[in-house]
DNA sequence: CTGTCTTAGTAACAACAGTTACAGATGGAA
DNA sequence: TTCCATCTGTAACTGTTGTTACTAAGACAG
């Protein structure tokens, strides 16, 4: 705690930080736990203190898809727009890993904006940031094809775990780009060839010229 | 102005409009111009008045693709977070027909959001609107086949300009849609045989049972 | 009227993604 | 061990979209 305090420091003014201990519940999750799920009221914003959850969208016919990720530090900003107005979720936010936060309950969120600062520019940024979140996603289903999505997908997984062996199934990858198990099989089996990747059972092995 | 003045008295309070006046530029434009270029600083907020703009993105292979229309009362969101940080313009804002906007300089943006609850408010739903369409965007694109989106495009065109007949050429249509001429006309072929509309000569006829 | 530009219709083809079906591999539980 | 669920590989086929190429109809200026 006295580190989250620490981090913190870096963009939150003292006073606002001191009220976040006091009135924001600190709530851990586990991996694969689902932190927000649809349809269900928003009573907090989720500030993200370690580890990194994956927000998902559903539409009416029940197809999936992969939104973006938020790790440490982060925020969500469809979270407070939601909250703010007391509305369901339309979105389902799932812990990746082993997932730390501090829930700020939203009667707070409107009034520290305008008593401190840092705090609206924090909420600023992290609007901005998620529509760029949202652009880049936006952009890499309308214009990139599904290989160029499952690499950017592999690589980003790669760089958030921090290890260079990936411990899915390529169902799962699947899900979450929202297409079928065969495609991606087929894809992967192609970057095998291209001497891009290693693949196991349960595991993708990205080499070095991947 | 006394009707615009009005207009905004439902969402935000006298002092705030006032200050609007004030402080605003006016400004006008005719249809096909550009308000906002890629890689322009942008210096002001709009806050629309009359007509309606629609908002593009391009990536780096100059793939572009509409991201939503703005209009009466609406602002954007994007427009906000580019210009409180000084950013260059990620997006592209093109007259619909003739606009009437107020422009809000920068340096007020912030001010008012502490200043004017209403201001704060208007400026939170306008980002949860714009989250809203873009999400809205990601699920056409994700999820609908480019029948449904064309569909969907022509239905919202009619509605906006209030009108059955369409004013616009099927390459036009396949731009916005980031798609090509031939498939857009392929398309509209169809739906005139299933006698959803009739095609004339830069524009198209929805009938009834569109 | 002629030439030219824009717009639209159509055919043929390639590329890609989604689907179905099946077979074999792996690993854990009983 | 056997059984079973899950995971992976592969083939064959379909439907959608994008591309190229060509034709023809309107619009309009000179």
């Known amino acids: 705690?006295?580190?989250?305090?620490?981090?913190?420091?870096?963009?939150?003014?003292?006073?606002?930080?001191?009220?976040?201990e006091?009135?924001?519940?600190?709530m851990s999750f586990k991996e694969g736990d689902v932190i927000i799920d649809y349809n269900k009221n928003i009573k907090f914003m989720p500030l993200i203190i370690s580890g990194t959850i994956r927000v998902m969208r559903k539409d009416e016919e029940d197809n999936e898809i992969l939104l973006y990720y938020l790790s440490s530090n982060e925020s969500c900003a469809m979270a407070?727009?939601?909250?703010?107005?007391?509305?369901?979720?339309?979105?389902?936010?799932?812990?990746?890993?082993?997932?730390?936060?501090?829930?700020?309950?939203?009667e707070k969120l409107d009034e520290w904006l305008t008593k401190y600062p840092s705090w609206?520019?924090?909420?600023?940024?992290?609007?901005?940031?998620?529509?760029?979140?949202?652009?880049?996603?936006?952009?890499?289903?309308?214009?990139?094809?599904?290989?160029?999505?499952?690499?950017?997908?592999?690589?980003?997984?790669?760089?958030?775990?921090?290890?260079s062996a990936i411990q899915l199934s390529h169902?799962?990858?699947?899900?979450?780009?929202?297409?079928?198990?065969?495609?991606?099989s087929?894809?992967?089996?192609?970057?095998?060839?291209?001497?891009?990747l290693v693949l196991y059972r349960n595991e993708i092995k990205l080499l070095s010229d991947f």
């Open 186 to 196: 087929r894809l992967l089996k192609q970057l095998e060839n291209e001497k891009k």
């Open 80 to 106: 407070y727009t939601c909250c703010m107005e007391a509305r369901k979720s339309e979105i389902k936010a799932i812990a990746e890993d082993n997932v730390e936060l501090v829930a700020i309950p939203h």
């Open 120 to 163: 609206k520019s924090y909420i600023f940024n992290s609007f901005t940031q998620r529509f760029n979140e949202l652009l880049r996603s936006l952009e890499s289903i309308a214009f990139h094809k599904l290989d160029q999505r499952l690499i950017k997908y592999l690589k980003n997984k790669s760089k958030v775990t921090g290890k």
């Open 22 to 26: 006091k009135e924001g519940k600190f």
């Open 1 to 20: 705690m006295k580190d989250l305090k620490e981090r913190l420091r870096n963009f939150l003014e003292l006073k606002l930080i001191e009220e976040i």
């Open 171 to 184: 169902n799962q990858i699947a899900e979450e780009l929202g297409t079928s198990r065969v495609v991606i």
